[in-house]
């Protein structure tokens, strides 16, 4: 009987997956793009609108103090609003404001895009790792959660080149590529934005794709899961939940990784033109898939064999310590073969604690906390994103891309070292700390 309900609960979840991955996935792949593809605008666009290192590290720091106001109110309207009308109205503005971007004329112009950017990116990664929590039970969550983002490495292996190509090729009615570039990646995200209301499902139950015993075994699974995880009296409150020490601990260990991840979104094209003096930005565009081509293989096996473990701690630490190792051999390194092996552990280690981290929160935080404390985090996390880019225009100005990489080595080894604080339960078992954390 056991083996014919395990079998039953494999083909639900098989399909679940069917109908949801791919899709979140499309989306995030031109969230991804949209986000930072100002860091291949800025090959040309600087010296268009003759801005300088300081005013560029404005502009990107401009897009996380919205992202980093609107997450946890963004968080609230998803669960008032639903999944598909909510993440759907998000998506098409956003995709809107980038395709306005052409018309840029002065970095006042693009520090109040990126201002708006964030606005409307802002609920878009909380709300799907959410979303993700409302359909998938604790155990299955590092690797859907790493099939999910994904879709940072393959848009980077796939938009990166072709960014690089737009910004040196594409002046069509004399019109820059950095322009294009911001116009032919905004336009297809409003059309998905638009999609999202028709084919994103708020819950099981509203799924048509689900037979209704299907939906019964899924909504029993997950009821099941979450009682297992509510391990204090449920509340909505803010202050509730912005009280418990855990959540702080996570969101200061996502913080800092961030700040190193989100930096070297807008800095790394930059840094890599100057391994060669005579590197064309098409160039620039195919050395960047490096570290991306090689994520795309680590993070789903990582994942996989966090939730075979059940092992959280190690499987999200270790990549930090190897994103640190590899800042630091781009940053001492002074042959080209050593720099791009830097790039590969580089991609291998800032993306695949992603899966095995996200999985943490739901074993530490009680249900009713998970939706305001995943927003919280990731609010924390632009925080970092605006500190660290903000900081890096100056180091960058006085010290160069090696003064760059190695602020973003230390971040990452601030981050390991708090995440060895923690006491993370298996998935699967029942954590008695965290009552007491929570209490």
Not at 60 to 68: E, Q, T, V
Not at 153 to 174: L, M
Not at 379 to 390: E, H, P, R, Y
């Amino acid at each position: 009987m056991d083996n014919i309900e395990a079998d039953f609960g494999g083909r639900v979840m098989r399909t679940v997956r069917r109908n949801i991955i791919p899709f979140a996935f499309i989306l995030y792949f031109f969230n991804f793009m949209d986000r930072v593809n100002i860091g291949f605008a800025k090959l040309t666009m600087n010296a268009s609108l003759n801005i300088s290192d300081v005013e560029f590290g404005t502009a990107a720091s401009a897009f996380f103090i919205s992202y980093l106001i609107f997450q946890m109110p963004s968080n609230i309207a998803i669960q008032r609003f639903g999944a598909r009308k909510w993440l759907g109205s998000i998506i098409a503005i956003w995709g809107g404001v980038t395709t306005l971007m052409f018309f840029a004329q002065n970095v006042d112009h693009i520090i109040y895009a990126r201002f708006l950017l964030g606005v409307f990116e802002a609920g878009f990664f909380p709300g799907m790792i959410y979303y993700l929590a409302c359909w998938f039970p604790a155990k299955e969550r590092a690797r859907v959660t790493a099939l999910f983002m994904l879709a940072i490495p393959v848009s980077s292996v796939i938009a990166s080149p072709i960014s690089g190509w737009i910004v040196e090729h594409v002046h069509t009615q004399n019109y820059e590529g950095w322009r294009w570039l911001f116009a032919i990646e905004g336009i297809p995200t409003v059309l998905l934005g638009i999609l999202t209301f028709f084919i994103l499902a708020d819950t099981p139950k509203d799924a048509r794709w689900l037979k209704p015993e299907e939906k019964e075994w899924l909504i029993a699974e997950l009821e099941s899961d979450a009682r297992s995880r509510q391990t204090a009296p449920t509340s909505n409150s803010w202050m509730r939940v912005l009280l418990n020490p855990t959540l702080w601990m996570l969101a200061m260990i996502y913080m800092f990784v961030q700040a190193a991840s989100q930096a070297s979104n807008y800095w790394l094209p930059g840094q890599v033109k100057t391994f060669a003096p005579d590197m064309t930005d098409t160039q620039v565009g195919l050395i960047m898939t490096i570290p991306f081509i090689c994520a795309i293989v680590t993070m789903p096996l990582w994942g996989a064999h966090s939730d075979k473990t059940g092992e959280r701690k190690l499987h999200a630490g270790l990549p930090m310590l190897l994103a640190a190792a590899a800042f630091l051999m781009l940053a001492m390194a002074d042959s080209l073969v050593v720099r791009y092996a830097g790039l590969a552990l580089f991609g291998i280690g800032i993306l695949s604690y992603y899966g095995p981290y996200w999985a943490i929160p739901s074993l530490m935080l009680s249900p009713s906390e998970l939706a305001i404390g995943i927003a919280f985090i990731n609010s924390c996390s632009s925080l970092g994103g605006f500190l660290a880019n903000k900081a890096l225009g100056y180091v960058s100005q006085s010290y160069g891309s090696n003064g760059v990489f190695m602020v973003e080595a230390g971040l990452c080894v601030v981050s390991f070292l708090l995440l060895m604080m923690l006491r993370i339960p298996k998935a699967g078992s029942k954590p008695a700390a965290v009552a007491k954390a929570a209490a």
